[in-house]
């Protein structure tokens, strides 16, 4: 098989001490940069980005992918400790890692996240390793109009999150969506709720957002009661670092499943690992049979999102490999980092630089390992944070936010918004309005519109463009089935109630 | 009495002054330089501040150290809010290309190149015009006259917003093609590598960009250049045997330059140490190698120079970006 040939040939590279030291250096800094809320894997990539020009090009690709999937991997440790994500892509990791922390479970949530991580990475390596060019190429038969249709239906899935209350959780839809407004319209260039604030010109970062309602608003939520419980009052038992039979049975299949649609999230330019991690939660809410039970920290609702994200940042390593495309901001700045070498990414950088191509996707498979190898003894001393004193921990927290989100834009405007964005997700939460919906459309929105904008300049103001392609057409029916799916599945249970009670 | 006192410390301070000033010229420059990357890492600015630190370093033509600081936000709008927090400042300099221009001439900052102090031309990189390999335009003169026919019938794709430089590199190739209504050319904006998924994948008809973006796709075969947008064609590299614009037919040139820039009102001995110290850069053979691999022309123009050529290129943009209705100047 020439595939398995390539890999062994990929593995000679990776097994050269400097590339194994490098390596592990880069997974190890990108678990300990994913654990910082606001410093996410392409902050990581960059600062490492001048220490790389000493380095051969395969090491410095190689350890930048390693910074990337160890951020993956690090990413969810402050959701399921401290419910504050350490980037986008974690953020799902909170709805029940959170959770099953309060429930004295923080060990085997961490064993779990860091167990579907490696497996979400080792799947989408072998798909990497098989089927990589095809998969670029279904990739590129995504146009603006399937985009806009793929964010619709992402969107979606906040139905499912939200059955509790729908009012409110559209009111956050919306306000997420009126948050991304804010700044340089891409299709016109007119500026929008800027105030002469040049800052603002660039929009306002996701994870300025993100860090501002979790981290921020989690701090001030726990102020109001700091005085009662004086310590972080939480139980644990600092067992050891892993999960029951129990758990692991109920993990697997979320987890296999979510590896591919985490992988296919991936590929797809400007998508990445956020949506990935939510659509994985949503899908598999909806597949399980107590779909109520979400939330309250159940192991296969942290399994799920760890395993879509972590391989969603492999997958976005295709495009860049294969065609010279950069899928995220990460990807962007790895491309960036070959052309300086003078090497052009794309099919023939697998024909005149194989030890580059090859070696960069045999390092992914030992990558994970040392990973997952790096982060169980790792979440051993991590669970001790669930013993400082709130005092002490959330004015940490509160320092790491800000330095996190200086890092993002190296601006001062983002620390008003990161305070303001804190009170907006204190009072969220005080008033129970969920913040899911919000933290997605922020995510989202900006593309959302940007791609439907695109479109209809494409089709020259014709809505049928949305319905060109097969694409898009099953995106469309998803999109339907995913919105009617919370209401049918009511219908079906009290019909069983009513059936059960008239026998 | 009063007066008088008032009066001796006001001299005492004005010959301190002027001798602190004589001291910081024989001195200069006596502390770190702080160079501004108006843009986060990785990108056109930042490499090329971050190169020239290097080999000014290397080479030892500065002895104190440059470190580079990215100041991203605004299309390069708050780095220069910033330079005129530094007015008069001798170690503060920044990267600057056609964006500077733009970002003022369409109205995103009220702050233009005359609030800055031009030091000197570096570099000259130039844009692409490619198109999906099975396109049915074979040469960027056909693809004008398409326009001309019907100017919505090519729909072209850039990164940034409109009337920043993917879009007016393009449309200044459309003027010169003869094509009066260039505000109904398509241009359609892309983010975060999605403009050239799009050409590949056949969703738009022309990639207008830099030319190291199309690079590697055109090697591959993926996509086809029409046109370059240097005034003259390579004689070796990837782009040998790609037409100028000028050889397919379009008498234009579109040049994306950069340059350093200091505060508003840096000294003027400040401006002739760095310029001498640019000019020797300019000689050594690291700075060869560098923009060999990077693909860029050497260019070097002193700052007088620089000035002017930056003042008629300013006309140039302001012309084009009128004709499209984003001129928003008095």
Known sequence: ?503 | MRGKAVWIVGIMAFVLFISGMAIAQQDYPSKPFEFIAPAGPGGGWDTTIRMVARVLQEEKLVPVPMPVINKPGGGGGVALAYLQQRKGDPYTVAVYSPPLLLINLTGQTKLSFKDTTPIARLISDYGAFAVPKNSPYQSISEVMEALKKDPKSVKVGGTSSPGSMDHVQFLIAAKAAGIIDLDKIVYIAFQEGQQLAALLGGHIDLLSTGLAETQGPMMSGDIKVLAISRPEPYDEGPFANVPTLRQGGVDAEFINWRGLFGPPEMPNYAVKYLEEKLAQLEKTQLWDEICNTNGWDKSFLPAEEFKAFLAKTNEEYKEVLKAIGFYKGE
């Open chain 1, 1 to 503: 098989m020439e595939a398995i040939n390539n890999l062994l040939y990929g593995l000679t590279i990776v097994a050269k001490p400097v590339n194994i030291i490098f390596m592990s250096v880069g997974c190890i800094l990108g678990t300990v940069l994913g654990m910082l809320p606001g410093v996410g894997p392409a902050t990581g990539v960059a600062l490492l980005l001048p220490l790389t020009f000493t380095m051969k090009p395969e090491t410095a690709l190689i350890t930048m992918a390693a910074v990337y999937y160890g951020a993956m991997f690090g990413g969810s440790r402050s959701s399921i400790l401290l419910n504050v994500p350490g980037d986008g892509a974690a953020i799902a990791s909170c709805f029940d890692g959170y959770p099953m922390t309060l429930k004295g479970k923080a060990e085997s949530a961490l064993a779990i996240s860091a167990v579907a991580s490696f497996i979400g990475g080792l799947i989408a390596a072998v798909i990497f390793l098989f089927l990589a060019m095809p998969v670029a190429r279904f990739a590129l038969r995504f146009g603006p109009p399937e985009y806009f249709v793929l964010m619709v239906f992402a969107l979606s899935a906040t139905a499912s999150l939200t059955e509790e209350s729908p009012v409110k959780g559209f009111m956050s839809l919306l306000f997420g969506l009126m948050v991304t407004t804010v700044g340089i319209d891409l299709q016109s260039g007119v500026l929008r709720f800027t105030f002469g604030i040049p800052e603002l010109q660039t929009g306002i970062d996701f994870v300025v957002v993100i860090v501002g309602i979790y981290g921020i608003g989690e701090v001030f939520k726990n102020y109001e009661t700091i005085k009662e419980t004086g310590i972080y009052a939480l139980k644990t038992t600092f067992g050891r670092i892993w999960f029951t039979l129990e758990e692991w049975r109920r993990c697997i299949w979320p987890i296999l499943r979510e590896s591919i649609v985490g992988f296919i999230i991936g590929v797809l330019p400007g998508a990445g690992g956020t949506i990935a991690a939510m659509m994985a939660y949503s899908n598999e809410k909806r597949l399980s049979k107590e779909p109520e039970s979400f939330g309250t920290g159940v192991p296969e609702g942290l399994a799920a999102p760890e395993a879509a994200n972590n391989a969603a940042s492999i997958g976005a390593m295709i495009p860049m490999l294969t065609l010279g495309v950069p899928g995220s901001g990460t990807t962007a700045v790895m491309l960036g980092a070959l052309m300086i070498y003078g090497l052009q990414p794309g099919p023939l950088l697998f024909e005149q630089r194989p030890e580059i191509a090859w070696g960069v996707i045999a390092s992914l498979f030992v990558g994970n390992l040392i990973c997952i190898i790096i982060n169980l003894p790792l979440a051993g001393l991590l669970v001790r944070l669930l013993s400082v004193p709130g005092r002490l921990l959330y004015p940490l927290i509160v320092v790491i936010a800000f330095f996190g989100v200086y890092t993002i834009n190296f601006s001062v405007v983002d620390f008003y918004m990161l305070l303001i964005f804190g009170f907006v997700g204190y009072f969220m939460r005080r008033y129970k309005v969920p913040i899911a919906p919000m933290v997605l459309s922020v995510v989202l929105g900006s593309s959302m519109e940007n791609s439907f904008r695109q479109s209809l300049m494409l089709s020259d103001g014709s809505l049928k463009i949305f319905f060109r392609s097969g694409i898009s057409i099953a995106l469309i029916i998803l999109t339907l089935l995913s919105v009617m799916w919370p209401i049918f599945s009511k219908n079906i249970k009290m019909r069983r109630v009513s059936t059960k009670s008239a026998n």
